[in-house]
Each structure stands twice: as C-alpha cells, then as structure tokens.
C-alpha cells in the first residue's frame, strides 16, 4: 500500500542524462543489486520510482516524476525496464484513449532489481509479466492508472489523503486461491471518514470476461 501523496508530489530534480544500455541480469545477480541498493540505503527518487510502479504496475515517463538522468541511471541499474513499443505506437494508443501526448509516453516497469527491491519493502511481489503483454491489454492498466491518480489529484485538493493498494495486496483469496482481482483498490481519508474504493475498467469487446467478474463481486458479497 502507497499513500498517493507520494506519487503525487514526486522529489526535486536535475535536468539532463542520456539513455544507456543495460546488461542482462540472472534472478541471483538481481537480488544481489537489490541487496546492495538497500545496504546503501534508497534515494528519494529510488524509492519514488519503487512505490509507484509497485502499485501501478506500469506508468508512462511523465508519471515517474524524476529526470532524464535519473531514468537512465535506473534503467542502466534494472531498477525500471523500458516497454518494447515504439513511440509511435504508444502515441496512437494514447490519442486512441484521449491521454496527454508529448516526447515523455515511453512505457516503464519495474526492472528485476527493482522488483526485488520492492519484494524487500512491501514482503510481496509487485505487478509482472508486461513484457508479454500486447501494447492493447497494457494500456487497459495504463488506463485504470490514470483514472486513479486523476481521482488522486482532485481528492487530495479536497483535503483527501488516497491509500493505493497493488494488485496483489487487493486480490481477494478462498481456501488458498484468488478469486477476485480488483483493477484497483485505493482508499480515501480524512479526519475520522474512511472510504473504500473498487475500480473495474473493461475495455474489451468480449463481454464474458466482465460479465463473469461482476457475477463473482455478487457473489463475494452474498457470502
């Protein structure tokens, strides 16, 4: 669980860096860097990029809120992994979707580093398997992010502090299985008043899917 705050109010920062490339790393050299990074102790920005993306799941750059060559140090570190999509592609998804255009919709993850780091902080793993994903069902989560942050933004002018959860720290289980994923969960406070929040976003034309996640919220609150 992140407090939006955090996401919302991102530390200072330099202008400036140049992308690098980065080696491929085994799961044992990733936990080692990650080790390391916590031994040193994370920087503000280190642990800025680990909370947002440990919610999210994936952000476009100008959600990340560091600079150039913080991006480039992470990406060159693993602790952020860049989407293999084409700007272009990304642009038509997101004219497609009416979000922001610019040079700073390039898609990023967690990288293995960052995901072991988020592992340590959070004792669970963080949303995975973007790299699979088609850049159709990973704009589904871009889409329900930006909801959130935008339901974030207004809350907190309105004197609302928003508690997001990750995907997994929201996944409903039974009998040791997950029944129910919520695309978000995030809850609103202020003063004594706590309210709870369930986001689904269906961007499919299938309508099974949906319709099947519905029957199952029915069902979890008859039980």
């Known amino acids: 669980m992140v407090t939006l ?3 919302l109010n991102p530390p200072p920062f330099p202008r400036g ?3 690098p490339a980065y080696e491929l790393l085994t799961p044992n050299q990733a936990r080692m860097e990650a080790y390391k990074l916590l031994q040193r102790g994370l920087s503000t ?3 800025h990029v680990v909370d947002a993306l440990f919610v999210s799941g994936v952000l476009p750059a ?5 600079s150039k060559s913080s991006l480039s140090r992470f990406l060159k570190d693993r602790i952020l992994d860049r989407l293999p999509f084409r700007h272009e592609e990304v642009q038509a998804a997101f004219s497609e979707y009416r979000l922001p ?4 919709i390039l898609l990023y993850i967690l990288g293995p580093v960052g995901i072991e780091i988020a592992r340590e ?3 669970t793993t963080p949303p995975t398997g973007y790299l699979a994903y088609p850049l159709n069902r990973t704009m589904h989560d871009v889409v329900v992010n930006e909801v959130v942050l935008a339901i974030g933004t207004k809350a907190q002018a309105r004197g609302w502090e928003m508690s997001w959860m990750s995907k997994y720290e929201s996944t409903l289980y039974r009998d040791g299985r997950p029944i129910l994923e919520p695309d978000a969960f995030f809850i609103l406070r202020r003063a004594e008043t706590e309210l709870p929040f369930i986001l689904e976003y269906h961007n499919e034309d299938k309508r099974t899917r949906g319709i099947r996640k519905v029957r199952t919220y029915e069902m979890v609150c008859a039980s």
């Open 45 to 47: 920005a280190e642990a």
């Open 17 to 19: 860096g140049r992308p």
């Open 62 to 66: 100008y959600r990340l809120g560091i």
């Open 5 to 7: 705050t955090q996401l």
């Open 101 to 104: 255009q610019g040079d700073d």
């Open 121 to 123: 902080r959070y004792g």
